[in-house]
């Protein structure tokens, strides 16, 4: 089975940083990313890692965390991390990790396997 865990978030003030993380299992992917998904509004990719066919990563992010957030793998292949900085009250939302390729909005329910998330909060 799929299993996603994702942890790090919390509430801080503008400006200030987050680091996320996630641990998954029961699959072996070429891409991962990191959705969110803020109070009425749809689930977006905003960062996501691939790796092509001869090993070689490459990261893709959204114009909107673009220069502030960088995604990273661990040694375990399904282990991602999402450092944020500068964080803005626009980024508050639920944050959550999947083997999936895709930057910008995604249904949620074209994937199956989500984890709890984990929320960020980012007061002015």
């Known amino acids: 089975l799929v299993h996603l865990a994702e942890s790090g978030g919390g509430s801080v003030q503008a400006g200030e940083s987050l680091r996320l993380s996630c641990v998954g299992s029961?699959?072996?992917?070429?891409?991962m990313t990191w959705f969110r998904q803020a109070p009425g509004k749809e689930r977006e990719g905003v960062a996501l890692?691939?790796?092509?066919?001869?090993?070689?990563?490459?990261?893709f992010y959204a114009d909107s965390v673009k220069g502030r957030f960088t995604i990273s793998q661990g040694k375990a292949r399904n282990t991602v991390y999402l450092q944020m900085n500068s964080l803005k009250p626009e980024d508050t939302a639920i944050y959550y990790c999947?083997?999936?390729?895709?930057?910008?909005?995604?249904?949620?329910?074209?994937?199956?396997?989500w984890g709890q998330g984990t929320q960020v909060t980012v007061s002015s």
């Open positions: 029961g699959f072996r992917a070429n891409c």
């Open positions: 890692v691939y790796t092509n066919s001869t090993g070689t990563t490459s990261t």
């Open positions: 999947a083997p999936h390729c895709h930057i910008g909005p995604m249904r949620a329910q074209d994937f199956a396997d």
